[in-house]
Each structure stands twice: as structure tokens, then as C-alpha cells.
């Protein structure tokens, strides 16, 4: 996820996609997302259970900001926020 001006990365996890977004664009979650104003869903991966998914995560973070945009752009070059096509 990103805020309005693409300059903010941020990467989470979560077994239910739509409600999470949806708490980060309405600022019901409390931290990094609401106070830099995350709230532009631009990339996600679905993953078969929990533990794939928190080792990806992992991968991501631990990567450089030039990695985590060129992840993005490979599937969304334009960073259009991808939340009206999974809800």
C-alpha cells in the first residue's frame, strides 16, 4: 500500500484483503498506516496459507525500496489503487 503521493511503502499481511484495505482507507487502524495517510492499495500476492504468506512479507520488507517499486510496477506500473477490482 501507498498514500496519494506514492512516496510511503507499506507491507502487511492479512487473511481477509478487502476488510483490511478497507480499515487502512477509512484510518481504523492505529500506526504507520494512519499517520502517513497509507491508504492506496497498489500490489498483493494471495498465498495458500499463513505461513507462505508471512515469509513473503518477510522477503518483501527485507528488500531495498528500488525492489519493492519495481515489484509494483511490474503488475501495476501506473500505481492505480487496485481496491475497486477485489471488492
Given at each position: 500500500?501507498?498514500?496519494?503521493?506514492?512516496?510511503?511503502?507499506?507491507?502487511?499481511?492479512?487473511?481477509?484483503?478487502?476488510?483490511?484495505?478497507?480499515?487502512?482507507?477509512?484510518?481504523?487502524?492505529?500506526?504507520?498506516?494512519?499517520?502517513?495517510?497509507?491508504?492506496?492499495?497498489?500490489?498483493?500476492?494471495?498465498?495458500?496459507?499463513?505461513?507462505?504468506?508471512?515469509?513473503?512479507?518477510?522477503?518483501?520488507?527485507?528488500?531495498?525500496?528500488?525492489?519493492?517499486?519495481?515489484?509494483?510496477?511490474?503488475?501495476?506500473p501506473?500505481?492505480?489503487?487496485?481496491?475497486?477490482?477485489?471488492?
Open positions: 500500500m501507498t498514500n496519494k503521493h506514492d512516496t510511503v511503502i507499506y507491507t502487511g499481511v492479512t487473511s481477509d484483503l478487502v476488510k483490511r484495505v478497507y480499515q487502512h482507507k477509512e484510518g481504523e487502524v492505529p500506526g504507520f498506516t494512519k499517520k502517513y495517510n497509507v491508504k492506496k492499495l497498489v500490489y498483493y500476492e494471495i498465498t495458500g496459507d499463513i505461513e507462505t504468506a508471512i515469509e513473503r512479507e518477510k522477503q518483501i520488507k527485507a528488500g531495498s525500496r528500488k525492489k519493492k517499486i519495481d515489484l509494483i510496477k511490474s503488475k501495476n501506473t500505481f492505480k489503487d487496485l481496491y475497486p477490482d477485489i471488492i
